[in-house]
């Protein structure tokens, strides 16, 4: 009996002794992460993950991906009482509408001793940015709206109670040490403020209504409002954090404590992510507590151990112990420098040494550093292709990391921006105009088309009426390039919308409002959409005399953005069917027969990308796209005149075609295509590429080469 009754007391001892807080045994802040711990729950000003739920909501704006956490913990093990207190913890976050509404997150926190006592706490909570007009991303908010239960278990000492004289009294029972329990409402505010991109500073109010978590209706037991002011310097490897918490004790008087963290990351580029964190927090009350922990981070997965020891007061134990496992779930939308921060700072170290080992290893990651440039932009590409513009935002994110400064690369970073804040992702693009148009209105701004790109969606938004999105985007590009819509867009837009109109979408190619520049165009950029054999000329704009005819040039329009989506995917044989459709609505559209000749030409069906271009140019009727036609036309001309009677020349040996080329074969074929094209051998250097993507269709060296041979051979007609 005397040792339950010492237990009972135990979170009493804790909190005198073991935690510097008020001298209850309720709710203490024990902490509730892994990673936490280890920096002495000195978080308020970091508040970079889930767990920002218990230690700052505010911090819960800041995520940009769901997030699930799970940790365990055993506390003050080696109690000579043999007292065994667990504290588990489970967390899930999940921004809405990509963080545009902010974030929400719920948590269960459960606290034990051996059955004899137990806390539960239930949290909602959210955090959402504050002011974003007058300071974007630096000010957040956040409140957690908590449900709070207590319990004791019956024990053996409830039916022998003590009189105040430490009598038993006979045929009594302890109403406190028998079934009890308490349930209670309450509320934590939070905010996180970035003073500069690498300092911020955090307050955390706990406990905002002082509930009474007392058994007895005849007690009082508030819990006092504690209060947490916290500053913190981070890169993207370490962070410096310090806080000082304060907290009402019971009998009126403010208990103070204070922690210092530092945290580091140790990235590989192989083996995943490494990190390793300490930490020193002092007090009143006797208080004084050392924190270690060490992290593992690999992909989508972070694996946590904390450890905490008490320095004063309580001895002969062996301190608490703490697992955590954290998941992400998607990609991030923020910038993750990491990787590409990483492999610089080692270039950088690697110089300074100087020795012959260290300068090879050197040379090793700049070639490394070139490699994963290429590669991000490739993929970067890929996924604008694909409509995927978030994910291309963050692999351009990496490249502006290992290319601080270029030009082209900060402006198609901020285009990218400016898209996937508005359409993360586009996917009903191939086979829905009105999103076709969205798509190809957003490739033409990400590549500086930004007058093209506001034709594009005004007319997406007369087909997507209840959609505030193009409208966004408009306005968003408006305030980037300083390219404005006359009234007459606004006049057209709206008589659009009041007709009757298919689901049908329109190209920014053959538009039929004007728009005027209050500044010049911005330069090409990194990421821009696939090259095209034939430039586009829009046509002038003709009146809609009636609805009949204005339903039947909004659906050639439809046809003609998905025609431009296919282009783009070298779709060639969709392509040709999309302009047929577009020419039996209009048979006056020039950009239809130009589309057409390429895509034949492409497929080198030569007469009849001859014949399509021929009728392009009798109804073109610009006089310099008329000169650019005529050479077209006549350099194909002379082509298909000397295929015809050209007599099969000796060609050099090249590997035979086999169903599967050796990684060996293709690299002589294409030096054998590259060898074509220096003597001028066209027509054999392209058959060399083409051998190549028959067996390899994903070679982007090959592909890029075959699309330069083809454009010289449509320009010049030389198959030589």
Do not use: C
Not at 325 to 334: D, S
Not at 433 to 449: E, N, T
Request: aromatic share 8%; net charge neutral.
């Amino acid at each position: 009996m005397k040792n339950q009754k010492w237990t009972l007391l135990l979170l009493g001892e804790m909190a005198a002794i073991g935690w510097a807080v008020p001298a209850r045994a309720a709710y203490e802040d024990v902490g509730v992460s892994a990673r936490v711990v280890g920096m002495g729950n000195a978080f308020t000003a970091v508040a970079d993950d889930v767990y920002s739920v218990y230690y700052n909501p505010a911090g819960l704006a800041t995520l940009d991906r769901p997030e699930l956490a799970l940790s365990y913990a055993k506390l003050l093990t080696g109690l000579s009482d043999g007292s065994n207190i667990q504290n588990s913890f489970m967390a899930f976050e999940r921004p809405i509408q990509e963080g545009r509404k902010g974030t929400a997150g719920v948590a269960w926190n459960y606290f034990s001793l051996q059955g004899l006592y137990q806390e539960t706490s239930l949290f909602g909570s959210y955090g959402r940015a504050l002011w974003e007009t007058r300071v974007p991303d630096r000010l957040f908010g956040g409140v957690n709206v908590k449900y709070l239960n207590r319990s004791v278990g019956s024990v053996s000492a409830a039916n022998q109670p003590l009189s105040n004289t430490g009598a038993v009294v006979p045929g009594a029972s302890d109403p406190v040490l028998r079934n009890a329990s308490k349930t209670n409402l309450d509320m934590d505010l939070g905010l996180l403020y970035r003073v500069k991109p690498r300092w911020t500073a955090g307050l955390m109010l706990q406990h905002f209504f002082e509930p009474d978590v007392a058994f007895s209706d005849n007690d009082t037991d508030r819990l006092g409002r504690n209060v947490k002011v916290g500053g913190a310097y981070r890169t993207p490897f370490s962070t410096l954090a310090a806080d000082l918490g304060l907290t009402k004790a019971p009998d009126g008087s403010l208990d103070k404590a204070i922690a210092f963290a530092a945290e580091k990351w140790i990235p590989s580029l192989l083996h995943g992510t490494f990190g390793m964190r300490g930490s020193l927090a002092v007090g009143t009350r006797d208080y004084r507590q050392l924190g270690v922990g060490v992290s593992y981070k690999i992909f989508r997965m972070q694996f946590d151990y904390g450890f905490g020891l008490p320095i004063g007061g309580l001895s002969g134990m062996s301190g608490s112990h703490r697992l955590g496992l954290t998941y992400r779930f998607g990609r991030t939308r923020a910038p993750q420098p990491t990787m590409s921060e990483a492999i610089l700072e080692n270039i950088q170290d690697l110089a300074d040494v100087g020795t012959p080992e260290f300068r090879y290893q050197m040379e090793e990651l700049t070639l490394f550093k070139r490699t994963a440039v290429e590669e991000f932009l490739r993929q970067a590409k890929v996924d604008v292709g694909q409509g995927r513009f978030a994910d291309a935002l963050g692999k351009l994110n990496e490249v502006a990391a290992l290319k601080p400064g270029d030009a082209k690369i900060v402006d198609s970073q901020a285009r990218l921006k400016i898209v996937s804040e508005v359409y993360p992702e586009i996917k009903d693009f191939y086979t829905d105009p009105a999103q076709a148009a969205v798509y190809d209105g957003s490739l033409k701004f990400i590549s500086g088309k930004d007058r093209a790109a506001l034709v594009n969606l005004a007319y997406a938004k007369t087909l997507m009426p209840g959609d505030a999105r193009p409208e966004a985007l408009m306005r968003a590009i408006e305030a980037k390039t300083g390219v404005i819509r006359e009234a007459a867009v606004l006049a057209v837009a709206v008589s659009s919308a009041a007709m009757p109109s298919p689901a049908v979408a329109v190209s920014s190619d053959a538009a039929v409002v004007s728009i005027s520049s209050m500044a010049a165009a911005s330069p090409a950029v990194a990421v821009s959409s696939a090259p095209e054999l034939v430039a586009p000329e829009p046509e002038a704009a003709s009146s809609l005399e009636t609805a009949a005819a204005a339903r039947a040039k909004q659906m050639s329009e439809g046809y003609m953005a998905l025609m431009e989506v296919a282009f783009r995917q070298l779709e060639y044989d969709k392509v040709i069917q999309l302009a047929k459709q577009v020419i039996e609505l209009d048979e006056s559209n020039v950009l239809a027969y130009k589309r057409m000749g390429a895509a034949y030409h492409a497929l080198k069906r030569y007469p009849e990308a001859l014949s399509s271009l021929e009728s392009a140019f009798k109804l073109e009727k610009d006089v310099e796209a008329r000169k650019t036609l005529r050479s077209y036309i006549n350099a194909l001309a002379a082509f298909i005149r000397r295929a015809s009677r050209e007599a099969v020349a000796v060609k050099p040996a090249r590997p035979a075609r086999t169903a599967a080329l050796s990684p060996r074969d293709i690299e002589r074929l294409y030096d054998s295509g590259v060898e074509y094209y220096s003597r001028g051998q066209l027509s054999d250097a392209a058959a060399a590429f083409r051998q190549i993507l028959e067996a390899d269709p994903n070679n982007l060296s090959a592909r890029r080469a075959l699309r330069r041979v083809e454009a010289e051979q449509i320009q010049s007609g030389d198959k030589r």
